[in-house]
């Protein structure tokens, strides 16, 4: 059970219900939101509970559409890993108040129910639950300002304020939770990228995907089948200063970010590239490529018919990408930028790349103009242009034109 009452402007949760375990995200100010968004990870008045917690970063990472996504804090979990979402859980068991188990509240016990109270409250206007037992909750004053968090201790310095809540509590909670937990669902983990908008680049993978006979990453009927609809697989080609490389990962998460195809170093491990994706294959196909967890890919490389061709919203100029950092920048652009960044953090992530997150992390001149620019520039968000107008870009783009030596630094080029 949670003491405190949460301050970030979004918060993963671990919720025990009727049902068993749940995690979810949770905006504590959704009141007053001005962006549309609503107080939880859902949709339709349901509330998206996932099993475990990398489900939970999976489905985040995926963009998928939910009530949350017009926030503009939203996006910028995509680039949190699993330890991050452990850091800041927030756990609350609704299938027992122990703190009014003996009527006697301490000043921490009392903080602590007004903080599932509030959460509480919160779940029944999201769901749009309206049954008596709701209404007795929201209409108490007690229970208001033990959930408001205001004047806590008066409120059960006389014994007849404590009876009262416990008697309130013990008639009308369990009503509420079941209420929630039957509006609780989990939704379908997307497979993979396939299939979605590209984001294009224009760059060396659009000529390598016509020559392949492939249209925005996606083979037609009579074509090669794209690596990601023959395995939970990527490819990746990152454009650097002098050339490009392929590589390649998993899209499942371990230990909260993807598994890229490479090998251990002391200083961090070294990312698997290759200048030719015809040979990448090859070389995967013959078992000589090494491993990426979990996956079987001498197998899925081997098929005639299967092509390594990266899609085009996987491919990531950040020479241009770095370029293109400027009061300028379009909302496409500021999209390529975004999904480069995300991917380059979970690549450092990975390799345990402390130099690659000190340049692009959200502290950094390059992270923070990530955060407060081009996210909602990507989006297309009212105000975003304005934005960009009075921000300092050259402090970003130096940024971005920095990691491109530190990241070649870590490549093990194989051909």
Same mark, same amino acid.
């Given at each position: 059970?949670?003491?405190?009452?949460?301050?970030?402007?979004?918060?993963?949760?671990?919720?025990?219900?009727?049902?068993?375990?749940?995690?979810?995200?949770?905006?504590?100010?959704?009141?007053?939101?001005?962006?549309?968004?609503?107080?939880?990870?859902?949709?339709?008045? #349901?509330?998206?509970?996932?099993?475990?917690?990398?489900?939970?970063?999976?489905?985040?990472?995926?963009?998928?559409?939910?009530?949350?996504?017009?926030?503009?804090?939203?996006?910028?979990?995509?680039?949190?890993?699993?330890?991050?979402?452990?850091?800041?859980?927030?756990?609350?068991?609704?299938?027992?108040?122990?703190?009014?188990?003996?009527?006697?509240?301490?000043?921490?016990?009392?903080?602590?129910?007004?903080?599932?109270?509030?959460?509480?409250?919160?779940?029944?206007?999201?769901?749009?639950?309206?049954?008596?037992?709701? #209404?007795?909750?929201?209409?108490?004053?007690?229970?208001?300002?033990?959930?408001?968090?205001?004047?806590?201790?008066?409120?059960?310095?006389?014994?007849?304020?404590?009876?009262?809540?416990?008697?309130?509590?013990?008639?009308?909670?369990?009503?509420?939770?079941?209420?929630?937990?039957?509006?609780?669902?989990?939704?379908?983990?997307?497979?993979?990228?396939?299939?979605?908008?590209?984001?294009?680049?224009?760059?060396?993978?659009?000529?390598?995907?016509?020559?392949?006979?492939?249209?925005?990453?996606?083979?037609?009927?009579?074509?090669?089948?794209?690596?990601?609809?023959?395995?939970?697989?990527?490819?990746?080609?990152?454009?650097?200063?002098?050339?490009?490389?392929?590589?390649?990962?998993?899209?499942?998460?371990?230990?909260?970010?993807?598994?890229?195809?490479?090998?251990?170093?002391?200083?961090?491990?070294?990312?698997?590239?290759?200048?030719?994706?015809?040979?990448?294959?090859?070389?995967?196909?013959?078992?000589?490529?090494?491993?990426?967890?979990?996956?079987?890919?001498?197998?899925?490389?081997?098929?005639?018919?299967?092509?390594?061709?990266?899609?085009?919203?996987?491919?990531?100029?950040?020479?241009?990408?770095?370029?293109?950092?400027?009061?300028?920048?379009?909302?496409?652009?500021?999209?390529?930028?975004?999904?480069?960044?995300?991917?380059?953090?979970?690549?450092?992530?990975?390799?345990?790349?402390?130099?690659?997150?000190?340049?692009?992390?959200?502290?950094?001149?390059?992270?923070?103009?990530?955060?407060?620019?081009?996210?909602?520039?990507?989006?297309?968000?009212?105000?975003?242009?304005?934005?960009?107008?009075?921000?300092?870009?050259?402090?970003?783009?130096?940024?971005?034109?920095?990691?491109?030596?530190?990241?070649?630094?870590?490549?093990?080029?194989?051909?």
């Amino acid at each position: 059970m949670t003491t405190e009452f949460v301050a970030d402007p979004l918060v993963p949760l671990e919720l025990t219900l009727g049902i068993g375990k749940r995690y979810t995200l949770y905006q504590p100010g959704w009141y007053t939101a001005d962006d549309g968004s609503a107080g939880f990870l859902g949709a339709n008045k #349901q509330l998206y509970g996932f099993t475990s917690l990398d489900d939970l970063v999976e489905f985040v990472d995926s963009g998928a559409a939910n009530d949350l996504t017009p926030s503009s804090h939203f996006k910028g979990l995509r680039i949190w890993t699993t330890e991050e979402y452990s850091r800041r859980l927030c756990v609350y068991d609704l299938t027992r108040l122990p703190e009014i188990a003996d009527g006697e509240l301490s000043a921490d016990e009392q903080a602590g129910l007004g903080s599932t109270l509030a959460l509480m409250l919160d779940l029944l206007d999201y769901m749009d639950v309206e049954t008596e037992a709701s #209404q007795a909750l929201h209409d108490d004053e007690d229970i208001s300002k033990l959930a408001s968090g205001d004047e806590v201790l008066s409120v059960f310095r006389a014994a007849h304020h404590r009876h009262h809540v416990v008697e309130l509590l013990d008639a009308n909670w369990s009503e509420c939770v079941s209420e929630v937990s039957r509006r609780v669902t989990t939704p379908k983990l997307p497979e993979g990228p396939a299939g979605r908008g590209a984001a294009g680049t224009g760059g060396p993978g659009a000529t390598l995907a016509g020559a392949r006979g492939a249209v925005n990453g996606t083979a037609p009927s009579d074509g090669p089948v794209p690596l990601e609809d023959a395995a939970p697989a990527l490819t990746l080609w990152f454009g650097l200063a002098d050339e490009g490389f392929y590589a390649l990962r998993g899209t499942a998460l371990t230990g909260g970010h993807p598994d890229y195809l490479g090998t251990p170093s002391p200083d961090g491990a070294r990312l698997a590239v290759w200048t030719d994706v015809d040979r990448m294959q090859a070389d995967v196909a013959q078992g000589s490529a090494g491993e990426v967890s979990g996956l079987d890919l001498v197998t899925v490389a081997a098929r005639d018919d299967v092509s390594f061709t990266p899609h085009d919203d996987n491919i990531f100029d950040l020479v241009e990408l770095a370029d293109s950092v400027s009061p300028q920048m379009d909302a496409d652009a500021a999209d390529r930028l975004v999904s480069a960044w995300s991917e380059v953090l979970r690549l450092a992530a990975w390799g345990g790349w402390g130099d690659v997150t000190e340049l692009l992390g959200p502290t950094s001149p390059a992270g923070a103009f990530m955060v407060s620019c081009a996210l909602d520039l990507a989006q297309d968000r009212s105000g975003a242009a304005q934005a960009l107008a009075t921000v300092d870009t050259e402090p970003a783009a130096a940024g971005w034109r920095a990691v491109v030596p530190v990241l070649t630094a870590r490549l093990d080029q194989r051909s």
